[in-house]
């Protein structure tokens, strides 16, 4: 099913990317100027594992900071998703746990907030039937983070879902009328995808159900690892959130520097030192420049004392209330079944327009 990306199609992903830039820089002026209204947001991740500080800075933090600006949140722990390049669903239950527990430590507040397992919306899964004729197959096998992920998986075979899922993102978005995604860079060819859908399903039954879908980026979209490699639990690169100081500053101890004593922000010529100057720059609200100004000769010893001091003070609270929700499952069942009772009521009313709209609606 795969065919090479061609030339046109990266010239294409370049101006996507630098119009969707441009687009979530004018969002932010706005909601920074407390223009909020109209404004949904709908964001999430697959639950494959505890968050690191790379979705902290890229995108947990942003959220938090939307949720606080007053714009209605939903966020979606997409569940089924994390059967596109695995076989077995055995840790699904406490990767949900974890993620749910670092969303709350990140600020996340489910008063405001609404968080929700995917799996538990049956209107939201439903509208997927309603978007797949709406997709043709090489629209959904061009879709080059698709590509990627079935390249890094190492798969023998590639099930359905794996091109499937970002119709199923579209649903997860579309559902509640989101219009605004709070991601990485890595996701935009999906809201792409989003946005054709909500515009096709209009178009197709002259209804105005859906609202057109745009990217919210970070400040930061790419922390690396501490190898300068993408960050993963899985490479064991990554500070989790519920790691302790102790194991935070183990890892940072094995974190790639160079020879070179004088630190110096220099994100081509030295990616790994300047990525850690990045990371404690993030936690102390300055400038990586400025950073390694501070350090000086003091060489990779003193960059990694830096930030492990810098990012541990800056989890420490974090670290705080995500031990004091763990202590406490009772509440956080009841905080997701809440979240899964307010989801299927915006569920409920969407899918009731929707069959409305594709002449469905038979005995309502
Ligand atoms: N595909 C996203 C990821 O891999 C996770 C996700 C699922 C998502 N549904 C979403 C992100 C809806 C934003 C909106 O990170």
Avoid at 9 to 26: G, H, L, N
Avoid at 110 to 124: A, G
Wanted: contains cysteine.
């Amino acid at each position: 099913m795969t065919e090479e990306t061609t030339q046109e199609e990266v010239v294409d992903t370049a101006s996507t990317f630098k119009e969707a830039q441009r687009r979530s820089d004018a969002t932010w002026a706005k909601l920074r100027a407390g223009e909020t209204k109209g404004f949904r947001v709908l964001t999430g991740d697959r639950p494959t594992g505890a968050l690191h500080v790379g979705h902290l800075f890229g995108t947990l933090q942003n959220r938090v900071r939307i949720q606080d600006l007053g714009v209605e949140t939903f966020i979606v722990v997409a569940d089924y998703q994390v059967l596109t390049d695995r076989d077995t669903a055995d840790a699904i239950e406490d990767n949900v746990r974890d993620v749910v527990l670092d969303y709350l430590a990140a600020g996340l507040d489910p008063k405001r907030s609404t968080i929700f397992p995917h799996s538990h919306v049956p209107e939201l899964n439903q509208l997927l039937l309603a978007f797949l004729p709406l997709v043709s197959m090489p629209e959904l096998d061009r879709n080059p983070t698709v590509k990627e992920e079935i390249k890094a998986a190492n798969l023998r075979t590639v099930n359905a879902a794996m091109y499937v899922y970002p119709l199923h993102q579209a649903a997860d978005i579309l559902f509640c009328k989101g219009n605004l995604v709070p991601v990485g860079k890595d996701q935009l060819p999906h809201l792409e995808l989003s946005r054709k859908v909500a515009r096709r399903f209009n178009e197709r039954f002259s209804a105005d159900v859906f609202p057109p879908v745009h990217a919210l980026l970070s400040d930061i979209p790419v922390v690396l690892g501490l190898d300068g490699q993408k960050m993963s639990k899985s490479r064991g690169n990554a500070v989790l959130l519920k790691h302790t100081a102790e194991e935070t500053a183990k890892l940072i101890k094995g974190a790639k520097t160079d020879s070179d004593r004088n630190i110096a922000y220099d994100p081509d010529g030295r990616p790994e030192v300047s990525n850690l100057l990045r990371l404690i720059a993030a936690c102390t609200d300055d400038t990586p420049e400025a950073v390694a100004a501070r350090i000086g000769d003091g060489g990779g010893g003193k960059l990694k004392a830096t930030l492990t001091e810098a990012l541990n003070a800056f989890l420490a609270p974090m670290r705080a209330e995500r031990k004091r929700y763990e202590a406490a499952p009772d509440h956080l069942q009841s905080i997701l079944r809440d979240g899964i009772v307010r989801a299927r009521e915006v569920g409920e009313k969407t899918l009731r327009e929707v069959r409305k709209a594709m002449n469905m609606s038979y005995s309502l």
